[in-house]
């Protein structure tokens, strides 16, 4: 497969391996990322599980209800606070079996994982390790053909601090239609070596 993967947005495209935080205003924003993510890749051929937190944009609970094959639908609370509470490695585990199976079992060529991480402004255990979970991501990409996009409202995340630890986890960034390399990127060794 090539190395080059749509985006569905006009003039952006991201390499196999891509962990993307998309930063956005309000559902409306957030749909206009999501919703042509994952319908390039429907039209692509690639496997594609999106985890929401909020509801669920129209044209995606349509395609899913439609029974076109190939979207997966989730709730936050039935992945990220599955036990009432957030675990890096319960949901670590939960992307590599999501992962290993679509590969393994289903014959998958390319998985796009989408994640939106509103979830981790309730107050609820386990939360304050999202930016852990984050740098922990890069380090699960490398194992198969995917990328994966972290949706991260504006609107909700106003706390500079994390949103700077949120920069520091992403190699990319997808903000007013631009993917950039993020130049605060930590590697993940060294960024959790900080945080300890």
């Avoid at 993967?5 to 559902?27: K, N, Q």
Wanted: charged share 25%.
């Amino acid at each position: 497969m090539s190395e080059t993967v749509a985006t569905g947005l006009p003039g952006v495209s991201m390499t196999v391996g891509d962990h993307i935080c998309a930063f956005y205003r309000g559902d409306l924003a957030r749909d206009a990322v999501l919703v042509p993510y994952v319908e390039a890749g429907l039209d692509e051929g690639d496997r594609c599980l999106c985890v929401l937190d909020g509801s669920q944009p129209e044209e995606l609970a349509s395609i899913a209800d439609g029974g076109r094959s190939g979207l997966t639908l989730l709730q936050s609370d039935d992945t990220y606070l599955a036990s009432g509470c957030f675990s890096p490695d319960d949901m670590l585990s939960f992307w590599y079996e999501r992962a290993r199976r679509a590969f393994d079992d289903e014959g998958c060529a390319f998985l796009r994982a989408v994640g939106e991480m509103t979830w981790a402004l309730r107050d609820l255990p386990g939360v304050d390790l999202l930016v852990m979970y984050e740098a922990e991501l890069n380090r699960f990409l490398p194992k198969f053909p995917q990328t994966i996009l972290c949706l991260y409202d504006l609107e909700r995340f106003t706390d500079g601090e994390v949103l700077i630890d949120i920069l520091r986890t992403h190699p990319k960034v997808l903000m007013s239609g631009m993917l950039v390399d993020n130049p605060w990127f930590i590697e993940p060794d060294q960024f959790l070596a900080r945080l300890s």
